[in-house]
């Protein structure tokens, strides 16, 4: 056992129970008569110019709910009110992908979806659902280097998630960045180095790698870049607080505010 690991794993019951909490909510959607997705063949010309209404104005959306399907298709309607009905249809094949079973259509509608209209869903949906078209690209894509690349991209956003949530305990704005002197004496967990604050170091590599990696396939290769443009551009990440403790380090004074990645 490595230091610092006890016998009480973090998720009681260890990884057996993970995966069963995790299946737990991958259970399939149920339809009325007469509900489901379009067909793989769809027209999606038409989509991109139709604009989702409030569906609680719409007889054929507002509750009382027929189905799991109906009660999930009316939150995204909810959510996607003013959006294009792409953006609405794009969010509806993601949940259904995100389950244990799907209609057969789904992968392959999500796929052309992006094949033909990546430049419409990139300018229109927000980061959130840019991640979670990441992610179903890591489960559903077509080509190795969608998969890779989404399954990277899930991994990637999934933890800095994880880290700077964590960081709102501490007191600190998003782009505070940590002084030189306070470092904690001690090893990082599973004896790894701790990551050295110099040009070119683990971060460049990291993003560097999934860049040139998305280059491989044309479908996903518009969705990582604007991505990782987006990351690297945000002054409150923890890839600009290392930058800002990097440029310090180098002029010998204390950390100013982040002025992106070095």
């Not at 056992?1 to 259970?27: H, K």
């Not at 551009?233 to 992106?260: C, F, I, N, W, Y």
């Amino acid at each position: 056992m490595l230091p610092g690991m006890t016998r009480e794993p973090t998720y009681p019951g260890g990884m057996n129970a993970l995966l069963a909490q995790m299946e737990n909510r991958r259970d399939a959607y149920g339809y009325a008569p007469g509900e489901g997705l379009p067909e793989a063949e769809v027209t999606l010309a038409p989509l991109a110019g139709r604009i989702v209404g409030d569906p609680a104005q719409d007889p054929t959306e507002a509750p009382p709910f027929r189905s799991s399907y109906h009660r999930k298709r009316f939150a995204l309607r909810d959510e996607f009110e003013g959006q294009t009905e792409l953006c609405f249809l794009n969010g509806l094949l993601i949940a259904h992908l995100r389950k244990r079973s799907w209609p057969g259509q789904a992968p392959g509608l999500f796929l052309r979806l992006w094949a033909t209209y990546g430049g419409h869903l990139l300018v229109r949906l927000d980061p959130r659902w840019l991640v979670s078209s990441a992610t179903t690209f890591g489960d559903h894509g077509e080509t190795p280097a969608q998969r890779s690349v989404g399954l990277a991209l899930s991994a990637l956003f999934g933890t800095m998630k994880l880290y700077e949530s964590e960081r709102l305990y501490s007191g600190r704005r998003a782009d505070e960045p940590f002084g030189l002197d306070t470092k904690a004496d001690g090893p990082l967990p599973l004896k790894m180095d701790a990551a050295a604050l110099r040009p070119g170091g683990l971060d460049v590599e990291m993003l560097g790698r999934l860049w040139r990696e998305a280059e491989r396939d044309p479908v996903i290769a518009p969705l990582a870049h604007h991505l990782l443009e987006m990351l690297v551009a945000d002054r409150r990440t923890v890839l600009a607080r290392l930058g800002a403790m990097r440029q310090s380090k180098e002029r010998g004074a204390a950390p100013m505010e982040p002025e992106g990645l070095a």
